[in-house]
């Protein structure tokens, strides 16, 4: 065999089978981590709070008076009639029949009765570590073994994680398949092939699996904190870009078997022609997520990397194994419907494209109306991003459907004030408790206080640790509710000018922290995000005044989208808010995703533009990526729509947001605002670049 044959058996043949074994190697470690990753994930609020944060504070002094972590699982028991000393019997049995499950940590309360004396309830302290879903379905079995006939329900902080835990369960399972099963289907529209939307997701598999791996490690390092949401969105994210990215080059791959016989010639052509966009495209999305790293919520901070580490390997995927593998196949991938080469030197694009043919002539003979009614419809909309509740929502409402944790809620609410069960804890100096505690009472969202007591000889006294007492304060509205962050803010406007020493923790102070670091992240990572990816797209596209545009119509597609869920949001799904994090991660999504799809036209403009000017080379290059680009805005939106299958609100919200901009971004700013915009700007729109000067020449 000549040398030179040897060689090119090696690239042709040798190099792309140890590429796809290599893929597969990765696939084959990571794989088994997919149903690993929930132990290390951790769905609890207060453990993705800075430690500065007062709440935070509060639960680590907690620690002090207790002998172990707990956290509390309250069961009401509630009758039509007076419980009498038969009901009382009954709790007690009940009561009794818990604490020889060996479940329970520390003292049980005793029975605490309602003013009505239909009602009871009693507070079960549990580990924080319990497996809940094994714990709790023991504790119920030993509530009806007693034969118990009051009514009775579970709730409080414990079964509130155990709803939240249930919720998640299926990320691992349902929500890939569903998520798979939609992007096959897609696929299969676009390619009508059945090889091609395999190897697409197979690469898409192979990228998720790598990356899981990397991220299970760190988390179990400690090197980042993950929680249902992040992991639902990673499994999302990484399929929907690594398909994108596999669209982008597959087109350019059929493109040029068009033109060159030879699918060793057609691969090094289209690797060529997509590792610029799909770098800069993933990086862009990379380094946006990377801007979360600078939020004060750990639940925010750990998306950053996670998700920037699952695109890399959705590009790497897309930039190896795939050409690997198509090389393997060559225009058999194809198949029914293998692309012939042109043997003719006429370009004749638009016979390929009939219908973006049709598009691009609405474009070029109407670029002003085009872009300046869009441009007012989407105005229009930005206007009702005003009514978007993003100022949080109670705990109770984080489960969509069924939970029994809200329906326990909803039966103690009727019979104690709505805080029982879920105390505010109030750490103060043991010198400050008598003021401090008359300043408790008098407001008029404290129902009671009571002092955490150690048990002496002569009876309970408050505990006293390190000069501080704990004060429990029971709210007179639902912990997780928004009044109950109300009165926790007053309380510490009121209280703490005269005791600063005073510190305020507990659900309520939890969410109230919470959503304060979310109002504070989105203050700082937007524009933050706006300034990284403008830098990005000066440097890819070469200009100043083109990154400036796509940002802005960007932006406003981002607006038109919040205004249009605060639309459905409020009216037809009647939600009761949203999460100021639904805001950063859907900025996050929106803009880093749809400058992808400006980065995929806007470079093809300005290859086309280079051979033959402004118009003719927009044109062209609207026409050739138009549907590509499409399909992986439809691939994309309906990844992030198969959150809907996790019963989280925030998730929900999430699907709708990014499946809609989305869809926004690609069929109206990216086929018609954008290509409108640079035909109406002309060869300034490459300024400061040659690009500007070449053009004034052509046109």
């Not at 939307?197 to 993950?226: D, E, R, Y």
Request: net charge positive; glycine share 8%.
């Amino acid at each position: 065999m000549h040398k030179k044959d040897a060689k090119s058996v090696i690239w042709r043949i040798i190099l792309p089978i140890v590429v796809v074994l290599v893929w597969l190697g990765a696939s084959g470690v990571g794989g088994p981590y997919f149903g690993r990753i929930s132990e290390v994930s951790s769905n609890d609020m207060a453990t993705f709070l800075p430690t500065s944060a007062e709440s935070t504070q509060v639960n680590n002094d907690l620690a002090k008076f207790r002998d172990s972590k707990t956290i509390p699982l309250v069961v009401v028991f509630a009758s039509p009639k007076p419980l009498g000393s038969q009901g009382l019997n009954q709790v007690k049995l009940a009561s009794n029949s818990i604490d020889k499950t060996g479940q329970v940590v520390g003292t049980m309360s005793l029975p605490i009765v309602s003013d009505d004396k239909k009602a009871a309830f009693i507070v079960v302290p549990l580990s924080s570590s319990s497996e809940f879903a094994k714990v709790i379905p023991q504790l119920q079995t030993a509530v009806d073994n007693t034969n118990p006939s009051l009514e009775y329900k579970f709730t409080g902080p414990a079964m509130f994680a155990q709803d939240l835990n249930k919720a998640f369960s299926g990320i691992d399972g349902v929500l890939l398949l569903v998520a798979l099963a939609v992007v096959f289907a897609i696929l299969f529209i676009v390619y009508r092939s059945p090889i091609l939307p395999i190897v697409t997701l197979l690469g898409a598999m192979f990228a998720l699996s790598a990356a899981i791996l990397v991220v299970w490690h760190l988390a179990k390092a400690g090197v980042v904190q993950l929680n249902g949401q992040v992991q639902g969105i990673l499994f999302i994210l990484v399929i929907g870009a690594a398909t994108d990215y596999a669209l982008l080059y597959i087109a350019r791959y059929r493109e040029e078997l068009t033109r060159n016989v030879d699918k060793w010639s057609a691969t090094k052509a289209a690797w060529k022609a997509s590792w610029e966009p799909i770098v800069a495209a993933g990086g862009t999305v990379s380094l946006g997520l990377m801007c979360l790293l600078v939020s004060d919520l750990g639940s925010n901070k750990a998306l950053g990397p996670v998700g920037g580490i699952g695109i890399v390997f959705a590009i790497l995927s897309a930039l190896t194994f795939l050409p690997a593998i198509l090389l393997l196949f060559g225009k058999k991938a194809f198949w029914p419907r293998e692309p012939k080469a042109n043997s003719l030197k006429v370009d004749n694009y638009h016979l390929n494209h009939p219908t973006w043919t049709k598009v691009g002539k609405l474009v070029s003979r109407h670029p002003r109306r085009l872009w300046v009614g869009l441009v007012t419809l989407l105005v229009v909309a930005c206007l009702f991003m005003p009514q978007l509740k993003a100022d949080g929502v109670a705990q109770s409402d984080f489960v969509l459907g069924k939970s029994e944790a809200r329906d326990g809620q909803t039966l103690l609410d009727q019979h104690f004030p709505a805080g029982s069960g879920s105390p505010a804890y109030v750490v103060a100096p043991s010198k400050d408790m008598v003021n401090v505690t008359k300043l408790l009472k008098a407001d008029s969202g404290v129902d009671a206080v009571t002092p955490m007591f150690a048990y002496t000889a002569k009876g309970p006294v408050p505990k006293v640790v390190d000069g501080d007492v704990v004060l429990q304060t029971t709210l007179k509205d639902p912990a997780d509710s928004l009044p109950a962050r109300q009165t926790i803010e007053r309380l510490r406007k009121d209280i703490q000018p005269d005791y600063p020493s005073v510190k305020f923790g507990g659900v309520s102070a939890v969410q109230l922290d919470t959503n304060n670091a979310a109002m504070h992240d989105l203050r700082l990572i937007i524009p933050l995000i706006l300034i990284v990816i403008t830098i990005i797209l000066m440097l890819l596209l070469r200009s100043i005044v083109a990154p400036l545009v796509l940002l802005l119509t960007t932006v406003l597609s981002f607006g038109a989208t919040l205004g249009i869920a605060a639309i459905a949001f409020n009216h037809i799904w009647q939600y009761p808010g949203a999460d100021p994090s639904v805001v950063i991660f859907g900025f996050v999504f929106l803009v880093a995703l749809g400058i992808d799809y400006n980065i995929f036209l806007m470079t093809r403009i300005r290859e086309e533009t280079i051979k033959n000017g402004v118009r003719n080379g927009t044109i062209k290059a609207l026409v050739v990526t138009g549907g590509v680009i499409s399909s992986a805005g439809i691939v994309l939106a309906s990844t992030f729509a198969a959150l809907y299958v996790i019963p989280i609100l925030f998730l929900a919200q999430i699907a709708f947001i990014v499946a809609f901009g989305v869809l926004l971004d690609t069929l109206i700013v990216r086929s018609l605002i954008a290509p409108s915009l640079t035909l109406e700007i002309g060869r300034f729109m490459w300024w400061p670049s040659k690009l500007a000067r070449k053009n004034k020449q052509q046109n």
